[in-house]
């Protein structure tokens, strides 16, 4: 289990691990490791000093340091607002909304949001319910579990479009097999998000079991399973 200011620095560079160039891709697993040494190195204080050019050379070959970069400095000056305990901090909301709405004011990384014609705003926010998520065993303010929905990533639609529960247009099909890019925020990056949040809502409604914990067996069982589809492609901070 990590330590709640080593879980909060892991999350703010938790995204987007894949590289078009496969023997570039790391791991979740590796990025963890690679944050763990560097924290043991220079502890928490040693990371309002890191450059730039010191953290690219920690996470390279990943895409988008310089966001991650600005997330680790983005979470450490929320850490110390609430004074590093954030136990307190997330009892201290009756309701997931308004817990959201403030840690996404706080920390601007988090606001997962898009514009889809016909939809209006869409509000996934994948990165802050798997943050609230990872410390479930530390919220008693309100039910976290009945509180969150499925995570809109690349890992959950891959596994759905894989076994058929979502089916795309030829055209989206080949882009995806394909490996090409899928531009963030298009409508078609948009839909796949939504669609894949609908699905495990209604298989978890079917099943009798809460969204989050369907897409964390989902995700888990899209990391070991062979012979899936590919994932889209889609350079991004929010997934």
């Excluded at 690679?34 to 450059?51: E, P, T, V, W």
């Excluded at 400095?73 to 997330?90: K, P």
């Excluded at 997931?96 to 990384?109: A, R, V, W």
């Excluded at 978890?204 to 897409?215: E, R």
């Amino acid at each position: 289990m990590l330590d709640d200011d080593i879980r909060l620095l892991f999350s703010a560079i938790n995204f987007c691990f894949w590289n078009f160039d496969s023997s570039q891709s790391l791991n979740t697993g590796v990025v963890k490791e690679r944050l763990l040494a560097l924290y043991n190195k220079i502890k928490f204080d040693g990371f309002k000093s890191l450059s730039l050019q010191e953290f690219k050379e920690v996470f390279s070959p990943l895409y988008l340091t310089e966001e991650r970069f600005h997330f680790i400095q983005e979470t450490i000056t929320f850490l110390e607002s609430i004074q590093f305990n954030i136990e307190n901090y997330l009892n201290s909301f009756s309701d997931i909304e308004c817990l959201i709405e403030d840690m996404t004011k706080k920390m601007p990384q988090y606001r997962d949001e898009r514009v889809s014609p016909g939809f209006g705003k869409v509000y996934f926010y994948k990165r802050i319910q798997a943050l609230i998520y990872s410390f479930r065993d530390k919220i008693t303010a309100f039910n976290v579990y009945k509180s969150l929905t499925g995570l809109a990533d690349y890992r959950i639609p891959q596994f759905l479009n894989s076994i058929g529960i979502l089916e795309y247009s030829e055209e989206l099909q080949q882009i995806i097999d394909a490996g090409l890019y899928l531009e963030e925020g298009s409508p078609q990056e948009i839909e796949i998000r939504g669609a894949s949040i609908v699905a495990i809502q209604e298989l978890a409604y079917i099943h009798g079991i809460n969204p989050i914990v369907l897409d964390s067996i989902i995700w888990k069982a899209s990391k070991t399973l062979q012979g899936l589809k590919p994932h889209h492609r889609t350079i991004t901070h929010n997934y």
